[in-house]
């Protein structure tokens, strides 16, 4: 697997910029410490996409016009450049959809073409995974291709857990296995607040789940994202990959935990008190066990 090396994450060194960013964010608050979430997301131009959730497609967010929304021609001009291609090796093209194909991954795996509809968030999230996490997505959709001919009509186990991590997913790079345990324990609490400061130094969140980027544009403490756990010198593409074939015969939902991704500290704007922890409609109790690190 090509593991490019990456920062370590380090107190006092690896999160500089993520504390940076996390201050700001949670000091661009009005006096009263309220977030205030709009109920649709705005348009393009006007997208407020600072957020550190939105990091990992930031390169490619920095090369997209931002007074009109991008065209087609645009996303393929940075796919080609990247060379993003399927498992199968067809290079990515995104194009206007088609009707619909309930064997639509079987489609983009023979052809490369993924559909795109024109000024929508959730197909823009999806074509900046793409070029940002080409190696996992190939995957994940090699893995659907793969397992839906083998289906008696219903989606399975396994492609429910592609489906989860696809739309929702994240990947973790940890560098304490104590974080990793309280995660897997949901000791929420004793993790964002009490351990804030090592959350920040050795815990690095990677989104790749379009719709939970969707979701981001209007932050609120319900958003919950399903995450794996990667070393923090592991590049998290590749990381990703090497996971999802990992589990290619046997996954399922159970192997990927669960995260209520704007409790990282500094994420929800406003948010300066431990008692915001203890609402469990966010910061649900573990309920059951959770699979073991694979």
Not at 140 to 160: F, T, V, W, Y
Not at 165 to 181: R, S, V, W, Y
Not at 248 to 253: E, L, M, P
Not at 283 to 288: G, T
Request: glycine fraction near 6%.
């Amino acid at each position: 697997m090509d593991r490019a090396r990456v920062p370590e994450l380090r107190r006092g060194h690896a999160g500089a910029a993520a504390r940076g960013r996390n201050a700001a964010v949670e000091a661009g608050l009005g006096k009263q410490g309220r977030t205030t979430i709009s109920t649709a997301p705005p348009d393009w131009p006007q997208a407020d996409l600072s957020h550190p959730v939105f990091d990992p497609v930031r390169p490619c967010l920095a090369r997209l016009p931002r007074d009109a929304w991008p065209s087609l021609d645009r996303l393929n001009a940075l796919a080609a450049e990247a060379c993003v291609a399927t498992h199968s090796g067809h290079p990515i093209r995104f194009v206007p959809p088609a009707k619909a194909d309930p064997y639509y991954e079987v489609h983009l795996s023979r052809t490369g073409e993924v559909h795109t509809r024109a000024k929508n968030w959730h197909d823009l999230f999806n074509a900046l995974a793409w070029l940002s996490f080409p190696k996992a997505k190939a995957r994940l959709n090699a893995m659907h291709a793969a397992q839906i001919p083998k289906e008696a009509g219903s989606r399975g186990r396994l492609r429910d857990m592609l489906t989860l991590f696809d739309e929702g997913g994240a990947i973790l790079a940890c560098a304490n296995p104590e974080l990793e345990a309280l995660i897997r324990q949901h000791r929420w609490k004793e993790l964002f607040w009490k351990r804030r400061s090592s959350v920040l130094a050795d815990l690095r969140i990677h989104v790749l789940g379009h719709a939970l980027l969707e979701m981001a544009l209007r932050p609120r403490p319900g958003l919950t994202c399903k995450v794996i756990f990667i070393g923090p010198q592991e590049a998290p593409d590749a990381a990703a990959a090497h996971w999802l074939d990992a589990h290619d015969a046997s996954g399922t939902t159970r192997d990927l935990a669960s995260l209520p991704v704007f409790g990282y500290p500094g994420w929800l704007p406003g948010i300066v008190e431990a008692a915001f922890y203890d609402d469990q409609r966010y910061f649900r109790p573990c309920r059951r066990s959770v699979a073991a690190v694979q």
